[in-house]
């Protein structure tokens, strides 16, 4: 009896994920393409092909909606870095400029876009700023340590841990800088100069 009131339950519950999902992938599109004032919840759960009524089922409240959201994609894009650094090249300078390309692009798409934009609301808005500042500072311990993890860095060297986070910190200026313009050309050339700062630093000579 209960094995099969589980069995009958999984549709539903593989459907209620489906929905969750569609609606946090909308509301970052939405984030980044409409800002905070234009994603509202109607909005985003016209994108997502829901009710407004199954949105918020999900999600109460539109802090609720779109903090998950961004934690989601945060999460995802995290995983997928993680997912690919076995391709990254033996240790040295290929390495590290690699590294440093992988965490630009997670401060130059429309993630960080929405994430932005969320900030900027966050400014103004009590309860939103509480739930971001949360939500920032875990993204922010989590991308720091997959950099020391691909990067192989001795934090214990003086120097290293700050160079690591002017990295992050560098990427989110760079991500800021191709809001308004494709900044990819001259992206790249900072991108390398600072590399090989960085690989100095995480392995000096002489």
């Not at 909005?43 to 934690?71: K, M, S, Y």
């Amino acid at each position: 009896m209960t094995s099969t009131h589980a069995a009958s339950r999984t549709p539903q519950q593989d459907r209620s994920r489906a929905t969750r999902r569609r609606l946090l992938e909308a509301a970052v599109e939405c984030l980044a393409e409409l800002g905070w004032n234009g994603s509202t919840v109607a909005v985003v759960a016209e994108r997502a092909g829901v009710t407004r009524g199954a949105a918020q089922h999900h999600f109460p409240t539109r802090e609720d909606l779109f903090t998950a959201a961004v934690e989601y994609v945060a999460a995802e894009r995290l995983a997928a870095v993680r997912a690919h650094a076995d391709g990254l090249p033996a240790a040295g300078p290929a390495r590290t400029e690699a590294v440093v390309e992988m965490i630009v692009r997670l401060y130059t798409g429309p993630l960080f876009r929405a994430a932005l934009h969320l900030w900027v609301a966050a400014a103004t808005e009590a309860t939103l700023r509480e739930r971001i500042v949360t939500l920032e500072n875990h993204v922010g311990r989590e991308a720091h340590r997959a950099a020391v993890e691909f990067l192989g860095a001795d934090e214990a060297t003086p120097g290293v841990r700050e160079t690591v986070q002017a990295t992050l910190d560098l990427a989110r200026g760079l991500g800021l800088a191709n809001l308004l313009t494709d900044d990819a050309p001259r992206r790249k050339g900072i991108v390398q100069h600072w590399s090989s700062l960085l690989e100095s630093t995480l392995h000096p000579t002489g």
